[in-house]
């Protein structure tokens, strides 16, 4: 029987956890050993990956088999002097060698840097610099954007596409031992570094502690529900946060195999891998399953029934999203709410009993106090006054963020940490998304959530996607615009412009709906897919500035 959130919150032992799913301790962990080491000893040849390319070739490789490459890759870093402490990128596509790279990386005790692969030159530069990153694994179509470091890292390329001055992948591991004894670290090193996205300023660097990967099981557990006979998929990159965090480190931290699809996301690729794989639960982001709702039902016919259940994060889950997974998919889909300084925090939770509203980020993960405070004073807010996202430190055993690494963090202020997400706290405890703080409109004194007014407009028929932001207005302060994408069948009119401001206004209410509608083929989004509305905000207040 599943059981209840308020119960598995009040009962919340964060020590009892570490020692039921931390095969060793705080003094003495390595994320190698967590997420490889604890399983190929009680069963060498059970399956850790399953991966497939792009061209329908795939294969599988056991925790066995992961453990002895991770050892031989340990063993080059070692004898190039690289070891604890020190960063190890890699810049792959989701080939079964990120994964060595990965485990190989944290075996020898040093830190993971994920280099996702979309990337141009001056990201990575920014990326490496910061971090002062030693080594690189790479392949042939992505080496030459590391021609122009400023600082040397060892190159090393894979699948016969090292030049020269670069180590042969393949050639160096086979000339290495695959027996290397795991660096054993305290729960506060950090084991992977990761870069923000900020939507100011350059990307911000986050040491993640080894401490975070009992959080990890805790959301892959409770939230994600996922279970040993499962076959998982997240679709997300590991290049970027969710696709590492739960991708690789948490379902491997539970003996749960991992899939790598080495392939550009489409529909029909989706669906086929579903079910060439036998996928039972799949995760990833809104931006793909609106994608797969564009799609239409009939490819969906094919995998109804099979997916026990799907998880969503990265932006806000659209309710129109979720009554079309029940019904032409015949599953559950729940969205979650997480950042890169913080994991996932917020969901409605697979395997907890809570009442889940569409649109509504859900209830708190146990392990974490999250609460709606005002931004200036830090007052905690009642139910229904839209305030900032925080989480209380002091009563979150699991929150493991300590600060940007080298940097001052504004985010970090008394007990809390504040995400800068606008959301409103419920009637039955759950916490509904409003928008980033930047992202909220003000239109003639009312405040206007962006979310609401996409979530409203997605249900049309003729939309695909859309974004929504604030237009400077003499008269208002901003109205709402939207940017709006149409489905193929569909051509950019006047009147069905009109028709979309109907259906919003009555979809939501005389003041919340588009005034302004502007057709575009594309929306901006970062290489993970989130939408940039910001860019559009601000092109916006451009335009007003000139005109002015």
């Not at 056991?62 to 063993?75: H, S, W, Y």
């Not at 596409?161 to 795991?182: I, K, N, V, Y």
């Not at 409109?441 to 929504?468: C, N």
Request: proline letters at 6%.
């Amino acid at each position: 029987m599943t059981q209840s959130w308020a119960d598995a919150a009040a009962g919340f032992d964060f020590e009892a956890m570490l020692r039921q799913s931390l095969a060793g301790d705080l003094a003495a962990m390595n994320a190698c050993v967590e997420c490889c080491d604890a399983h190929a000893a009680a069963d060498p040849d059970r399956i850790a990956l399953r991966y497939e390319s792009r061209d329908g070739h795939g294969g599988t490789m056991t925790f066995g088999a992961l453990k002895e490459a991770a050892g031989r890759f340990a063993n080059l870093l070692a004898a190039r002097g690289i070891g604890p402490g020190d960063r190890v990128g890699g810049l792959l596509p989701r080939v079964p060698e990120l994964l060595v790279t990965i485990l190989g990386t944290w075996r020898a005790g040093a830190v993971y840097q994920p280099l996702f692969t979309a990337f141009g030159p001056k990201a990575i530069e920014h990326r490496t610099a910061t971090a002062g990153t030693k080594l690189i694994v790479t392949d042939a179509q992505n080496r030459d954007k590391l021609n122009e470091l400023s600082v040397p890292a060892t190159i090393a390329v894979i699948r016969g596409g090292a030049g020269a001055g670069d180590l042969d992948f393949e050639a160096e591991l086979a000339a290495q031992s695959p027996d290397f004894a795991p660096i054993m670290r305290r729960g506060e090193d950090p084991f992977l570094i990761m870069f923000t996205s900020g939507t100011t300023g350059p990307a911000k660097p986050v040491m993640v502690p080894l401490r975070a990967i009992a959080a990890f099981k805790g959301y892959m557990q409770l939230a994600v529900g996922l279970r040993a006979d499962d076959v998982f998929w997240n679709i997300a990159d590991p290049g970027w946060a969710y696709g590492l965090y739960y991708a690789v480190t948490g379902p491997l931290s539970l003996g749960v195999a991992t899939t790598f699809y080495d392939g550009p996301f489409t529909a029909e690729s989706t669906y086929g891998l579903i079910g060439k794989l036998g996928v039972t639960n799949l995760a990833g982001a809104p931006t793909a399953y609106r994608l797969l709702l564009a799609a239409g039902p009939e490819l969906a016919e094919g995998v109804k029934g099979r997916l026990r259940a799907v998880s969503s994060a990265g932006e806000p889950l659209n309710p129109e999203v979720i009554r079309w997974f029940a019904e032409h998919l015949g599953t559950v889909i729940h969205d979650h709410y997480g950042q890169t300084e913080l994991g996932m925090v917020l969901c409605n939770h697979h395997d907890l009993d809570h009442p889940v509203q569409a649109g509504a980020a859900g209830f708190a993960v146990p392990g974490h106090r999250i609460v709606v405070v005002d931004e200036d004073t830090l007052e905690e807010l009642p139910v229904g006054q839209p305030g900032i996202l925080a989480v209380d430190r002091e009563a979150s055993p699991q929150f493991w963020f300590q600060g940007y690494w080298n940097m001052p963090t504004k985010s970090l202020r008394g007990r809390y940490y504040l995400s800068g997400d606008t959301v409103e706290l419920n009637e039955d405890g759950s916490i509904s998304f409003v928008g980033r703080s930047d992202d909220v409109i003000t239109s003639s004194g009312y405040r206007i959530g962006p979310f609401d007014v996409e979530s409203a407009l997605i249900e049309h028929k003729a939309v695909v996607e859309t974004a929504v932001v604030g237009k400077p207005d003499p008269e208002r302060t901003e109205i709402v615009k939207a940017f709006v994408v149409l489905k193929p069948a569909y051509e950019p009119t006047p009147e069905l412009a009109e028709e979309l401001r109907r259906h919003v206004r009555a979809r939501l209410s005389a003041h919340a709906y588009p005034r302004e509608i502007e057709f575009v083929d594309e929306l901006p989004k970062t290489p993970s897919g989130k939408l940039q509305r910001f860019i559009l905000r601000n092109q916006e207040k451009a335009k007003a500035e000139a005109g002015a």
